[in-house]
């Protein structure tokens, strides 16, 4: 079956980085997009970027350009996001989803999967 | 961007009742429009994807529709487990954009 598992919690001080992983298994990773989303307390799903196993392509959410890097291990099957510059307001729980197929259209090929989400804590 | 309003952001209902939540584009989205259910703590789950077809696995009490650039989810004959949030997401173009969520409380 296919899953993503996430990272441990991490706890980081003011201006430093995170990296998040997310390993996959039960599917071709290479061939799906992954899209990295957050959640802060209480509040609703924001979308960060997303990136493509397949030729390396990105995209960033606007608010986070400059400070995030999505990478991926194809010999783990596992993406990697990377928040730098952290402050207060980047505590939240970071999820990773799988976002399409590169190969062909699929409609149901989106945010079917998801991590199990990874904590933040910026403090 | 695509902005996706949501409504309403929170209600109250019984169990029984019927529910509906609406999603609105800021432009049309070719119903690349996915519904997602989620309670506290917990990952969120989809429901509806293509606007209106139903995950495997999901009660057939859910339904998504589609008018132009309002999408709908309704949920007939409300159950217990059914108390949550609810968000709408976009994926016609990037960003991805959610709608701000609808919480469903017991009456």
């Known amino acids: 079956q296919v899953t993503l598992v996430q990272s441990g919690p991490e706890v980081k001080k003011p201006g430093a980085s995170v990296k998040v992983s997310c390993e996959t298994s039960g599917y071709t990773f290479s061939i799906y997009g992954i899209s990295w989303v957050r959640q802060a307390p209480g509040q609703g799903l924001e979308w960060v970027g997303w990136l493509a196993p397949y030729n390396g392509n990105t995209n960033y959410a606007q608010k986070f350009q400059g400070r995030v890097t999505m990478t991926t291990d194809t010999s783990t099957n596992t993406a990697y996001m990377e928040l730098r510059t952290l402050t207060s307001d980047d505590t939240a729980v970071y999820f990773c989803?799988?976002?399409?197929?590169?190969?062909?259209?699929?409609?149901?090929?989106?945010?079917?999967?998801w991590g199990q989400g990874t904590p933040v804590t910026v403090s | 961007d695509i902005q996706m309003t949501q409504s309403p952001s929170a209600m109250s209902a019984s169990v029984g009742d019927r529910v509906t939540i609406t999603c609105r584009a800021s432009?049309?989205?070719?119903?690349?429009l996915e519904w997602f259910q989620q309670k506290p703590g917990r990952v969120p789950k989809r429901l509806i994807y293509?606007?209106?077809r139903l995950e495997s696995g999901v009660p057939s009490r859910f339904s998504g529709s589609a008018s132009g650039t309002e999408y709908t989810l309704t949920i007939n004959n409300l159950q217990p487990e059914d108390f949550a949030t609810y968000f709408c997401l976009q994926y016609k173009n990037y960003p991805r954009t959610f709608g701000q969520g609808t919480k469903v409380e017991s009456k």
């Open positions: 989803a799988r976002d399409g197929r590169g190969d062909y259209y699929g409609v149901g090929d989106f945010f079917d999967y």
């Open positions: 293509g606007a209106s």
């Open positions: 432009q049309g989205i070719s119903n690349y």
